[in-house]
């Protein structure tokens, strides 16, 4: 604005002249004459200009404001105020000095404003207030306009000169500007007045996946624009979300070292409408669905090169898509199980299924179930134990996986709590990740996911392209080994141990895991027997013992002397 202000000054300040005494007689002389010609002729000119100028300093204050103010650069409204400031130099005086400041002003404010919300339209609202600046030839700003307009993409067509004041871009005119846009999803979710409140992000090797947390189930659209190479411009994935934008949320986000997404931007659309736009760099396709408990809109962003075969083994190079590198075989297999992540589920505002008794809930019957399993794991096994929670708070079910994939786990052990509406069900299962076989496991999974068996379909086609058969295998034999153990120790001390055997099914908390990871249904919380079971500690006891077990005899199939070597 500096330099604005700078050029203003050399273009449209009036030229000063040096007078001499000789011709101060006749000044004055000519002056008298005629006064009353410009006291006529003020306030037809003089005063418009004023305005105009008062206008402009105005929009520059406003201006100065919006860019020291984080929370209004996501905000669509701020950014359109400000250009209206501008634009009102112009209305006020349309021939005057200030109307090519408030044009070029103007334009610029749009530039800058594409960046957040990726729309063309954006683009050639500023390529038409930076025309009419350009028209203002005597003008300085008229220079300056044809610069930035060299630098801006060629129109699909050429912008009409507009007659009036700009105004408010409309949905309409987005969906003509927007040439590269794939036809976006009819609205999937609920229109609500809730809101977008924070962005997460993690990597694997075969996909980036982007969480969006939010208020509410909101109804939200999305499409991809092209890669533009002209103008160096990424593949972007927009998601348009009905509702607002929390001022906490993340304006701009950065993924320095993932190989699929270069940055994550979030803007105000339209009143009511959040823009969410994704910068991808190297990837094949994407899918965006949403899911509950808590509410969160998820984007999963694929790799270009398409996974190998399980069956066929291949050089690293060629299949970046597997979710189980060598490294990861090789610590599993080769140096056996040195670190187990133990995860209690559900935890804080989730409390999981509500027990026979009142005031039992699931969150706090596994949570101490987890405790003494990793006490017992690390006497047993001499392993290192990891909790995902060891107090009741909560965690989202991808975060779950997530650290355990941070942490390098060799094994992952979930621990729930089964429930039913026919309270007489009773029994324990042990359930690995997979496809689902029958409709019980799909309900078991919908609960487990707190999702809608809609969604769980959407699981479904994630897995196709994710799962590989060395990681089924292993889970599925880690799982057999635990539900044998867990069963054959209740049943030595208790009557009435209903063994409901290994089932497969898409638990959405182990989806990610590059480890074999299995979740165990300890027993009904539902079940009048098996709740006040679960609630005593020699019944925890004895669960805790069978998995002990069972990870040991998976340890010592797959590689014995790693016990062996732990003994000494």
């Not at 290192?384 to 094994?411: C, G, H, M, P, Q």
């Not at 057999?480 to 054959?488: F, H, P, T």
């Amino acid at each position: 604005m500096q330099q604005t202000r700078e050029i203003h000054k050399k273009t449209d300040a009036p030229i000063r002249s040096q007078g001499c005494p000789r011709t101060v007689v006749v000044a004055c002389l000519l002056l008298l004459f005629l006064l009353p010609v410009l006291l006529a002729a003020a306030p037809a000119g003089a005063a418009p200009r004023d305005e105009a100028k008062k206008a402009y300093h105005a929009a520059e204050a406003y201006h100065r404001k919006l860019l020291k103010t984080p929370s209004w650069k996501n905000r669509r409204d701020k950014w359109e105020t400000c250009a209206n400031k501008y634009l009102d130099a112009w209305r006020k005086d349309t021939r005057g000095p200030w109307a090519p400041a408030g044009l070029y002003q103007a334009g610029k404010l749009y530039i800058e404003l594409e960046k957040y919300s990726g729309k063309r339209s954006d683009l050639e609202r500023a390529r038409s207030l930076l025309t009419q600046a350009r028209a203002f030839s005597s003008s300085r700003y008229s220079h300056e306009a044809t610069k930035l307009l060299r630098h801006l993409p060629k129109p699909a067509a050429s912008p009409a000169k507009p007659k009036a004041p700009p105004r408010s871009v409309k949905a309409s005119e987005t969906r003509k500007a927007d040439k590269a846009v794939v036809h976006p999803t009819p609205a999937s979710g609920k229109a609500t007045n809730g809101a977008v409140t924070h962005i997460r992000y993690g990597s694997l090797p075969s996909r980036t996946r982007i969480v969006l947390d939010t208020k509410g189930s909101l109804a939200f659209t999305h499409g991809m624009l092209r890669h533009d190479p002209k103008n160096k411009r990424p593949k972007r994935i927009w998601i348009d979300i009905k509702g607002h934008a929390e001022k906490k949320l993340e304006t701009s986000i950065t993924l320095p070292n993932d190989p699929r997404v270069k940055q994550v931007r979030s803007g105000l659309f339209k009143p009511g409408t959040v823009r969410v736009v994704v910068d991808a760099v190297n990837f094949s396709h994407y899918k965006v669905f949403s899911l509950k408990k808590p509410d969160r809109i998820v984007v999963d962003i694929w790799s270009s090169k398409a996974s190998a075969p399980a069956s066929l083994p291949q050089a690293p190079k060629k299949d970046p898509g597997d979710l189980i590198t060598p490294d990861d075989l090789a610590r599993q297999l080769a140096l056996g199980v040195r670190r187990i992540v133990i995860d209690a589920g559900h935890g804080g505002k989730d409390h999981g299924a509500p027990g026979y008794y009142k005031g039992v809930a699931e969150k706090d019957i596994v949570l101490s179930l987890a405790k003494r399993l990793a006490v017992k794991l690390r006497k047993e096994l001499k392993c290192e134990v990891i909790l995902t929670r060891s107090t009741d708070r909560y965690l989202s079910l991808d975060e779950r996986t997530t650290f355990a994939n941070r942490k390098r786990a060799d094994l992952f052990i979930s621990i729930h709590a089964n429930a039913s509406r026919n309270r007489k069900a009773y029994g324990v299962e042990t359930y690995f990740l997979n496809l689902a076989k029958d409709r019980a496991s799909i309900n078991v999974a919908a609960r487990e996911n707190a999702t809608s068996e809609k969604n769980i379909s959407d699981l479904h086609t994630i897995l196709n392209s994710l799962m590989k058969n060395a990681k089924i295998n292993e889970s599925s034999r880690l799982a057999q080994y635990v539900q044998g153990s867990l069963v054959a120790n209740l049943k030595g001390s208790y009557s009435n141990i209903k063994n409901k055997g290994v089932k497969q099914a898409p638990f959405y908390v182990l989806l990610g895991a590059r480890m074999p990871a299995i979740l165990v249904e300890t027993g009904f919380i539902s079940n009048k027997r098996e709740c006040k079971r679960l609630g005593n500690s020699a019944y925890q006891e004895k669960i805790c013992d069978g998995i002990v077990k069972g990870v040991k005899r998976y340890i010592e199939s797959t590689h014995p002397s790693s016990l062996a070597r732990k003994g000494k």
